[in-house]
């Protein structure tokens, strides 16, 4: 009776929350404007939290003969192993298999096309619905993006990864993604930015170990839309040109930027040439002497932050 009733409670939690929560949630979170220092308690995790908390706290009352609850599968399945996309597949409302059995959408929520992982002691990248637009892995352990992770997740927009122990992407692991819009990766140790497609608008690689050789040439010269790039915290000792006419905003602060060029910015042959977007530059942190290439702020909108001795 009392386990009738529990299941009942939950049942009308889950609905509850299936069809009020969800849309509110997936609203913020593809709303959320990215500010790039703030969105770590941004308002969707205090959702996911609640989620949580309603929905799994009633099977912790006494079910102790029957199957496993939510929460115990949960913990059981934490450190997940890859397996190929695609294999496995049971259903298509919990999502791809893990090798262990447990639909990847039973381990992380699942909401619309939006998979939320955060927290769950990954080990590696689960593998994921086809339908999955916006996928967030934060603070776990993950230690490397294989290239058979993101394979054909041809609607894949935004991969957040915040906080693993990144060291390695394979190159190409990305580059295939047509629709991939937003890449943050910040605070891991990555040392190669790899190839990523010309549909980016926002890249956040800060707080990890890129260094001279860490970014390919031109790496960013060909994304039309590009907005914001995020490299704080690194050890990058140059900037990274041609940067497309569409950046508003480029974070380096606490690199080895030395020098820069006059032409870096503006273009010195054109003085009609205005860059009007990229009007948040940040450079302090770096061995930079910014009085020393008055020219090359003329085009821009405001003067880069950093010494000016
Ligand atoms: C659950 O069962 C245990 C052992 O049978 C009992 O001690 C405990 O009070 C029960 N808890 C609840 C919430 O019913
Ligand atoms: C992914 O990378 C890890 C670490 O290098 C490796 O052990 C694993 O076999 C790879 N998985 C796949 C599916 O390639
Ligand atoms: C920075 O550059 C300006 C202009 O060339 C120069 O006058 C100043 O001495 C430089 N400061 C340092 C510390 O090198």
Do not use: W
Not at 29 to 36: F, K, M, N, R, S
Not at 182 to 195: K, Q, S
Request: glycine share 6%.
């Amino acid at each position: 009776m009392m386990v009738m009733l529990a299941k009942l409670v939950v049942g009308l939690l889950v609905l509850n929350v299936s069809s009020a929560s969800p849309p509110r949630y997936v609203r913020q979170a593809e709303l959320d404007t990215y500010d790039g220092n703030n969105y770590e308690n941004g308002d969707y995790e205090v959702t996911v939290d609640e989620i949580e908390t309603d929905t799994l706290d009633p099977l912790d009352e006494n079910e102790t003969g029957h199957t496993a609850s939510l929460e115990e599968e949960e913990e059981e399945a934490v450190a997940i192993k890859p397996i190929p996309p695609g294999s496995g597949g049971s259903g298509v409302s919990m999502g791809p298999d893990t090798q262990k059995g447990m639909p990847t959408c039973l381990l992380c929520i699942c909401l619309g096309s939006s998979v939320y992982c955060d927290d769950v002691k990954l080990e590696s990248v689960p593998p994921l619905p086809k339908e999955t637009t916006h996928f967030y892995a934060r603070y776990n352990k993950i230690t490397k993006i294989n290239k058979s992770d993101f394979a054909q997740m041809n609607k894949l927009k935004r991969i957040d990864l915040t906080s693993n122990d990144i060291s390695r992407i394979d190159d190409n692991a990305l580059f295939g993604l047509p629709a991939l819009e937003e890449l943050i990766i910040r605070v891991n140790r990555v040392t190669f930015l790899p190839a990523l497609p010309p549909t980016m608008t926002l890249i956040d690689a800060s707080h990890n170990r890129l260094g001279s050789s860490g970014i390919q040439k031109e790496a960013f010269k060909d994304m039309a839309g590009l907005l914001y790039l995020y490299l704080t915290d690194n050890n990058i000792d140059y900037i990274p040109v041609p940067l497309p006419d569409s950046l508003r905003s480029l974070h380096l602060q606490n690199n080895n930027v030395q020098m820069m060029h006059e032409d870096t910015f503006c273009n010195l042959k054109d003085f009609n040439y205005i860059r009007n977007a990229l009007e948040d530059i940040r450079l302090d942190g770096n061995p930079i002497n910014l009085s020393k290439t008055p020219q090359a702020y003329v085009c821009l909108p405001r003067i880069p932050i950093g010494a000016l001795f």
